[in-house]
């Protein structure tokens, strides 16, 4: 039996685009309260699933349907040439089966008439994740449910303050697709502001071993959304754990009106010599960036991206 275990219509500037995650599992039972074995068990499992592979599926829009093939991670896509106003009804079908969406997170995504717009990165940006130590990062996922992991409090204050003038967020990560309910049960949770998940191809354990992701997944999924957004700017948030400081000194460079602010979390009181060339580099490309951590001023952000919100607000 198979099902869809991540779905999103996400609209642009001229397209929209819908793609998804098949597993060729049977359907997780639904649970109300999460323990710390169930939430273990949850995690194994996901990277026991096998994803529905190379196989033809049907995506019904209202009345129309569509034909599309998944890949070898289970993932399908589907872009048309025009904007949805409203949220079709939707239905994946295989062998004439009509396949059930888990999700208990939105799926449709419209576009915003928004100036200022917000890209995330997600690990140790706006949830503690200990990328830089595995261990660390293992025993929390593993031993923490998601109802209780840590957020980072300036992110999500600021990330709400954006949110309060309707903006779209976008949530671009390389964590893999197998963490998609424990991210989004995070968001929920902790009520950061709904965006669309971003996330890497699905993996097995064997590829999780690997630890071979896409080199510029990041980098290509920002480049695509500022591709087809118009006019738009954006606020972009990353950590210092990976490449956010060489992706978005590359995205600055690219897109230089495009960019409105720059937010990088410093993730260790210390900060060596690499990471301080980094932000340097990114600096000079990008005077308004901001290295932050606990002790930064988030008053004064609070004003800094209120002032783009109403600048951009009076071009219109």
């Known amino acids: 039996m198979a099902f869809v275990s991540q779905i999103s219509i996400l609209v642009l500037s001229s397209k929209t685009i819908i793609k998804g995650v098949v597993l060729n599992a049977i359907l997780p039972h639904k649970k109300k309260r999460i323990s710390v074995l169930?939430?273990?068990?949850?995690?194994?499992?996901?990277?026991?699933?096998?994803?529905?592979?190379?196989?033809?599926?049907?995506?019904?829009?209202?009345?129309?349907?569509?034909?599309?093939?998944?890949?070898?991670?289970?993932?399908?896509?589907?872009?048309?040439?025009?904007?949805?106003?409203?949220?079709?009804?939707?239905?994946?079908?295989?062998?004439?089966?009509?396949?059930?969406?888990?999700?208990?997170?939105?799926?449709?995504?419209?576009?915003?008439?928004?100036?200022?717009?917000?890209?995330?990165?997600?690990?140790?940006?706006?949830?503690?994740?200990?990328?830089?130590?595995?261990?660390?990062?293992?025993?929390?996922?593993?031993?923490?449910?998601?109802?209780?992991?840590?957020?980072?409090?300036?992110?999500?204050?600021?990330?709400?303050?954006s949110n309060e003038h309707p903006c779209n967020v976008f949530y671009v990560s390389k964590s893999e697709s197998n963490l998609f309910h424990v991210l989004y049960s995070f968001i929920k949770n902790n009520q950061l502001p709904n965006g669309i998940l971003l996330l890497s191809p699905y993996l097995n354990f064997k590829q999780l071993l690997k630890g071979k992701k896409g080199k510029d997944f990041k980098l290509n999924n920002i480049q695509y959304l500022i591709d087809n957004s118009n006019d738009k700017k954006f606020i972009l948030f990353g950590d210092d754990t990976q490449k956010d400081m060489e992706v978005y000194e590359i995205i600055a460079k690219t897109y230089p009106e495009k960019v409105a602010r720059i937010y990088i979390r410093q993730t260790k009181k210390h900060v060596n010599k690499r990471k301080r060339v980094l932000f340097k580099n990114l600096k000079e490309t990008f005077p308004n960036s901001v290295y932050f951590d606990e002790s930064t001023d988030i008053e004064l952000e609070m004003k800094h991206i209120e002032n783009l919100i109403l600048t951009k607000n009076e071009l219109k």
């Open 38 to 161: 169930k939430n273990l068990i949850m995690l194994v499992k996901s990277y026991a699933r096998s994803p529905l592979k190379n196989t033809e599926i049907k995506i019904k829009l209202d009345k129309t349907e569509f034909d599309v093939i998944t890949n070898k991670q289970g993932l399908f896509k589907l872009e048309l040439d025009h904007t949805l106003e409203k949220e079709p009804k939707i239905d994946i079908c295989f062998q004439d089966k009509k396949l059930s969406i888990i999700q208990e997170y939105p799926v449709f995504f419209k576009y915003l008439n928004s100036k200022i717009d917000v890209i995330s990165d997600i690990d140790d940006t706006i949830l503690v994740s200990y990328t830089a130590n595995i261990i660390k990062r293992i025993g929390v996922l593993s031993l923490v449910t998601p109802l209780k992991r840590k957020t980072v409090r300036f992110t999500q204050q600021l990330l709400n303050f």
